[in-house]
């Protein structure tokens, strides 16, 4: 990214306009500051916000380019229904009558198989309204079966603080920044522009992932690890930087509430075959460690997916047994876990919960025995999120689908419901460093498409559940101000934050969870927390699967691989869905051209997909655009045996 400097411009001096609004970017959760010119209804000059605490101006191509999405004229703009997969949609009248047919649909769907016959999942494209509706609507039917992309952490701290205690805007003074699975240049380039100022600084940038990502490329210090392995690399780091070093007693002892047990479980934990777990060598992991140690202010940043994983627990008890929490520039930074936990279940009147409710991250078994009939997806889910090899929309009577533009998804389906895009509607919205915004529609959406609360409340009226969802404004639509406000004062994490300070903020005066946070959140200062047990061995977790000779990862891409592949013509190039990338020497040995049918074969199914020759992954990984996490695999053409393709491979892969 170029070196910022303020250019402190005149706010729309390009273009004429009768609105200015000044709002919050919602394409990540920097959440960098918008000025948007408006004229018409029309939006017609975007410019960052100079002063914005955060991104002071900065903007990414992402934070521009949605407003091609907003006026496209691939908008989904009515409610549409056919009788199956592969005929055209026809519109219907309209949303009563699309809603009353999707009822009708799934009172079917119940009644023949249960309520656990439906699964709704959440794309974050529909927003965190669609998410918590679903969740509500559906307590009420009678089903915990609600998904979404973002996850929650496998194994979460008794307090809920699963987030950062490093603010962005303290990036720039620390000394180290190790990025684990996390591609900061390619999908948050304003905050990668700090890890940079960071870097010109004199900062060491060490980056760790299975992909030589856009972030490899710009860090000092590069890593190859297995997919998927992020964690391990941190019980690696903790084994070696405590057990071995001999970490002054000062730290941990007034991290945690029994230090002395954490370090037994060091102890006893082996590194025997670090190296095949991890897939870098001894002296690599040796060399980070003295790396890190070297450094009194260090901050590591670790990506969304690494908290759907065991383990992830370890990196905020490493930065606390090293010193670096609560000094300025060191800490932990998880990517996209600003959101705390929201207490969504209760009903109107009811006292707050003490504890937030639960929410569920793992995958349902989608392919078992026909187990499931109805999916209501919003955005594209159905292809990444909930099903990464496409066999449970065959097998489902019913596939509804709400988002804005056509994808996998949206051709899947059987209903479609059109939604309003973010630039289109109010509400909160949770960034980085437990910052809590406003989100201001900019303009309004077409006359047929609704937010992901209006969904659920039309829903639910059908099911005669309308006085659980209480918050209607005079035309029947969402009141998001009172559904919001209600949200907050029940939600023990958010307790405090009030909806008209977060409205009301300036833009250098953000607001924070917990409540009386400052600009610098780092609760965990002085807490002492039951530090993370390391387990008896490294290579116990299955990072290397017998018969699986390969590893198949998540490929992040500059764009997003869905939605924006089919509405945006220019990124139709950079996104094909079925293509899974291989390192030419693996495909070599295999006989595999570049384009060539292949079979991915993992133990939760096979993806039939195209060759991708690419030295972007190692020889050991195959890289997709699905979101399948760090999957054990085996690859092949499709006329080769598996047992020819695994000879093949393990001759050349230890």
Known sequence: MLEHHPIKRSPGTRQERDQLVRTVCQECSVACGLLVSVKGGVIVDVQGDEDHPVSRGRLCARGTAFVQGVHSAERLTAPAARRKRGEPYKALEDWKSGVDLLAERLRQVRDRHGPDALV????????????????????????SQV?????????????GLDSPTAPCTEWIHSECLLLVEADLAASHPVAFGLIQEAQRRGA??????????????????????????????????????????????????????????WRASLERMSLESADAALGISGDALRHLSGLLAGRRAVTVLTGRELATRPHHRIWLTLAKA?????????????????????????????????????ETSALPELTEGGRVQALVCSGDALAEW???????????????????????????????????????????????????EWGRPIVEPPAGCRTGLDFWMELARRFGWEQRFPWARADGLADHDAFYEWLLARSPAAVGVRLGDVRERSATARCFWPAGESA???????????????????????????????????????????DASRFWAWTRTLASEDAVEIHPDTARRLGVENGDEVLV??????????????????????????????????????????????ALLCEAIP
């Open 204 to 261: 060491c940038v060490v980056a760790a992932d299975a992909r030589f990502t856009a972030t490899l490329a710009k860090a000092d210090v590069a890593l190859r690890i297995r997919p998927g392995q992020g964690n391990a690399l941190g019980l690696a780091l903790a084994k070696l930087m405590v057990a071995e070093r001999g970490l002054d007693d000062r730290a941990p002892e007034g991290a945690f509430t029994d230090p002395a047990a």
């Open 520 to 562: 610098h959140p780092a609760a965990l200062r002085s807490a002492a927390l039951e530090a993370h047990p390391a387990p008896a061995s490294l290579a116990s977790d299955g990072a290397v699967a017998p018969g699986y000779p390969l590893a198949l990862a998540t490929v992040s891409s500059s764009c997003r691989s869905g």
């Open 147 to 159: 998904f979404d992309a973002a996850g929650e952490p496998l194994d979460p701290w008794p307090e």
């Open 601 to 646: 074969e993992t133990p939760r199914g096979e993806l039939s997909a195209r060759a991708q020759l690419s030295r972007a992954v190692s020889t050991s990984t195959l890289g997709t655009l699905r979101r399948v996490g760090g999957l054990p695999a085996l690859l092949r053409k499709k006329d080769q045996s598996a047992d020819e393709a695994r």
């Open 386 to 436: 909930v099903s990464p090899f496409g066999g449970v929309a065959e097998q489902a009577e019913l596939v509804a689908h709400f988002g804005a533009f056509p994808n996998a998804t949206w051709e899947a389906a059987s209903m479609s419901f059109p939604a309003a895009l973010w630039a289109e509607r109010s509400g909160l919205f949770f960034g980085g460093d437990r910052s809590v």
């Open 322 to 358: 090293m010193g670096w929490v609560g000094r300025s520039g060191g800490g932990w930074y998880p990517v996209d876990a600003g959101t705390p936990p929201l207490a969504v279940e209760g009903d109107p009147g009811d006292a707050p919960p003490t504890q937030p409710d639960r």
């Open 120 to 143: 709704i999942a959440c794309d974050r494209e529909s927003g965190l309204d669609f998410r918590l509706g679903a969740r509500r609507f559906a307590r009420l039917w009678g089903t």
